[in-house]
């Protein structure tokens, strides 16, 4: 019975690693005006700290209130190094992030969700 429980749980492990790498898809950041790049790149160094930026890209959540409870949620955790300021800005691009991937699926995007409707949204 023990020589079929290594093997399987080797396959299981490779299994789960597999269909994680299978997500991680890099974000093309080729196309961001300069001031989303900038947000940008604040979510991928204090995202990053914590868990893989693909998490976060294909969780498929794109409401703003869903993801401003998440981020304040990751800002408590000791190891994020998340400031108020840093999450502000973090908001900024998932909030674009989400608009982009709502136009991409085909599915409306609420008239309050629109980039010049969030609060310290940068105008492009």
């Not at 973090?90 to 008239?111: I, T």
Request: proline letters at 5%; aromatic letters at 8%.
């Amino acid at each position: 019975m023990r020589t079929y429980l290594v093997p399987a749980l080797l396959g299981l492990a490779l299994g789960i690693v597999g269909c994680s790498a299978g997500h991680s898809e890099p974000f093309d950041t080729s196309r961001l005006a300069d001031d989303i790049r900038a947000d940008y790149d604040v979510f991928a160094v204090r995202c990053s700290k914590c868990h893989s930026l693909a998490r976060t890209l294909n969780s498929g959540i794109d409401d703003d209130e869903y993801w401003s409870m998440y981020v304040a949620r990751m800002r408590r955790q000791p190891a994020s190094g998340i400031t108020r300021e840093d999450s502000a800005v973090v908001l900024r691009f998932l909030h674009y992030f989400s608009v982009g991937e709502r136009r991409r699926k085909g599915r409306p995007v609420p008239a309050g969700m629109q980039a010049e409707a969030v609060p310290g949204a940068r105008s492009r």
